[in-house]
């Protein structure tokens, strides 16, 4: 699915995550869980010690580096790709995503939507911090050029507009584009 499956190319974007233009400006608004090496979940526990989390990536890298850092609470590995169904997991009171949605194709994306709907208590969101596709080819430019210029093959980008309205079509009682800057996007769905 993406090149984080590869050590060196996980590794080399831990290593420059925290140079992502505006992306600390979404970070602050994120609650709860996280995914890859950890990153969401260490904020969240910045504000919430006490939380237990689920951290669901395909790459054994971006696992390894979560299992590495030191945790307040309880937290479960789960090795799984995206592409498809998710396994089961139990239900969460928050579900946060940290640039992984964009990697899968647009159908993908809306089962996906669903299958987290699924796994949500009353009153949970789902908080997905987000590459989306940009308003026109000037505006994706001027982002790559922030970020070096260099395109992801993998990236199968969707206007985080259209994303609002698959969470709505999921089932979320409300959705919204919370922040946004260039190519990135705060998209939030709310159970009730």
């Known amino acids: 699915m993406t090149e984080y499956r590869d050590p060196a190319y996980a590794c080399a974007y831990l290593a420059m995550q925290d140079v992502i233009p505006q992306r600390d400006v979404g970070e602050r608004l994120l609650l709860d869980v996280g995914c890859g090496d950890g990153r969401l979940l260490a904020l969240a526990h910045t504000r919430f010690p006490g939380a237990e989390g689920v951290l669901l990536d395909h790459s054994a890298a971006m696992l390894d580096a979560a299992?590495?850092?030191t945790w307040p609470a309880p937290v479960d590995?789960?090795?799984?790709d995206l592409s498809q169904p998710l396994p089961p997991l139990?239900?969460?009171d928050a579900i946060i995503s940290g640039?992984?949605?964009h990697y899968l194709s647009d159908l993908r994306k809306r089962e996906?939507?669903?299958e987290l709907r699924g796994l949500l208590n009353p009153g949970g969101l789902v908080l997905n911090l987000e590459h989306v596709a940009s308003v026109d080819a000037h505006e994706h430019t001027r982002f790559l050029d922030l970020l070096g210029g260099?395109?992801?093959?993998s990236n199968q980008l969707a206007p985080?507009?259209?994303?609002v309205a698959w969470l709505r079509e999921s089932g979320f009682a409300r959705a919204d584009v919370v922040w946004k800057w260039l190519e990135l996007a705060?998209?939030?769905?709310?159970?009730?």
Do not use: N, S
């Open 150 to 153: 260099k395109e992801d093959p």
């Open 186 to 192: 705060l998209i939030v769905g709310w159970t009730d």
């Open 77 to 80: 590995y789960v090795a799984h």
């Open 160 to 163: 985080a507009w259209d994303q």
């Open 67 to 69: 299992r590495a850092r």
């Open 112 to 114: 996906l939507y669903t």
């Open 99 to 101: 640039f992984a949605i």
């Open 90 to 92: 139990g239900t969460f």
